[in-house]
């Protein structure tokens, strides 16, 4: 099945920086999500991103498909972006997400 | 809040019991998929209903049950329960089954004495 990787595993963030967690895909999909799971384990919607940039506020995301990664950039950082990211993909073959492994990020005041 | 609603939040029991865990997707969307987290396996599909008819199954033990009912609430049955089945289970629904955006509910917590 399909190969979901992320980077870095974990991450600790002084508030105010900006930083890149990236996941890189190991087959073609038909589309990509970005998740936050907050510290009460609720799974976020974040980025519904096959191919492109998008933005949401301090967050952004590219996902260049032909080259199977994709891109979350948060910047300005706060507390409350602490949490785990979760990159996934789906692949209509196997009409499922499937998960990477997440970026614990920790932001510090 | 996505919409999705999953009862209860929290359930304990003990090892060789069964529960049932309930989903209700969002409004006027037809596909409700189940995935389990554990600490060990990660986020795992475990199996899809679409407008009642299983579509899709994924790593669902045998004895892990599913089924959509024509409401469209769905409900994961999970019997003779072990240590190992505790975990956070998350039901997620799309208005049609395919690559559309999912959505999660809030999980049930299960923990397994």
């Known amino acids: 099945g399909i190969q979901v990787e992320q980077s870095p595993p974990d991450l600790i963030l002084q508030e105010g920086a900006n930083s890149t967690l990236r996941c890189n895909f190991s087959d073609s999909v038909n589309n990509l999500q970005w998740f936050h799971q907050n510290p009460w384990g609720q799974l976020i919607n974040l980025f519904y991103?096959?191919?492109g940039t998008k933005q949401n506020g301090r967050l952004s995301a590219t996902t260049v498909a032909t080259e199977r990664y994709s891109l979350l950039y948060i910047s300005s950082s706060q507390t409350t972006d602490s949490g785990v990211y979760f990159c996934a993909v789906f692949k209509a073959a196997g009409n499922k997400l499937t998960f990477g492994g997440g970026t614990r990020v920790l932001v510090k005041p | 809040d996505s919409g999705v609603t999953q009862t209860p939040k929290h359930l304990i029991t003990a090892t060789g019991q069964r529960v049932t865990l309930r989903c209700s997707p969002r409004s006027g969307d037809l596909s409700v998929y189940w995935y389990q987290q554990s600490l060990d396996q990660g986020l795992q599909f475990l199996i899809q209903?679409?407008?009642?008819?299983?579509?899709a199954k994924g790593n669902i033990l045998e004895r892990f049950s599913a089924q959509q009912f024509p409401d469209l609430h769905s409900e994961l049955n999970l019997s003779s329960l072990e240590l190992g089945d505790s975990a956070l289970y998350f039901c997620?629904?799309?208005?049609?089954?395919?690559?559309?955006?999912?959505?999660f509910g809030p999980g049930t917590r299960l923990t397994v004495t």
């Open positions: 991103i096959p191919s």
């Open positions: 997620a629904s799309t208005k049609e089954a395919g690559g559309y955006e999912q959505y």
């Open positions: 209903y679409y407008n009642g008819e299983e579509r």
